[in-house]
């Protein structure tokens, strides 16, 4: 058995986001992907908007795919500031020893993952895929390289042999959107048609969502 969750802010969760979840359930051949919102990132200012809207955006994001994509909220209920070190303990202590469990992070992610807390402890827990990310040219620096290579897995098949130690890496197709430039534009007054589903261009449009974020 093996689940994978896919980490990040989603705020908001986009065309991109949608994109990448159904390319991860095809890619890594699971029957079901989980996103996995951050609570409270511990190098962050609390989000502009409230956990319960961000949530509610990825449950209209996904809901033609819940058949294969839902949502795990652990951090958003959690207390504290959000460490991947302490979700993925929980999860694993959940599930066992013997389940495969992939957190998928994108490239830039990774590539300052030693700044994370108990980085190292990670692969105590679950493997990393590693998520290309479009025109993103990576530089790690000696540290990741090193660990990089006594980690680094070729093949998803590999992978899923495992419960746990190993990075993949992944090249997906992806729209080159962010949620930092839907924010900007919503500020501006500009419209972000094509960039989140029209579902979620509602929903921001109903509850007067990022208007007036610093």
Known sequence: MTIAYFGGCFDPFHNGHLNIAQDLVDHLDIKNLKILPTGQPPH???????????LNMIKIGIEKDLHRISIEDYEIRSIGASYSAKTFKYLREKFGSEVSIILCI???AFESINTWYNWRELLNYCHLAVVSRKDFKPNPDEEITDWLKEKRCENIISLKKRAFGNIYFCSLSQLKISSSEIRKNIKLGKKIDGLV??????????????????
């Open 106 to 108: 994108g490239e830039d």
């Open 197 to 214: 589903p029209s579902k979620i261009r509602h929903y921001i449009n109903e509850h007067h969502l990022y208007r007036d974020i610093k």
């Open 44 to 54: 962050k200012e609390r989000f502009s908007i409230s956990h319960e809207h961000r």
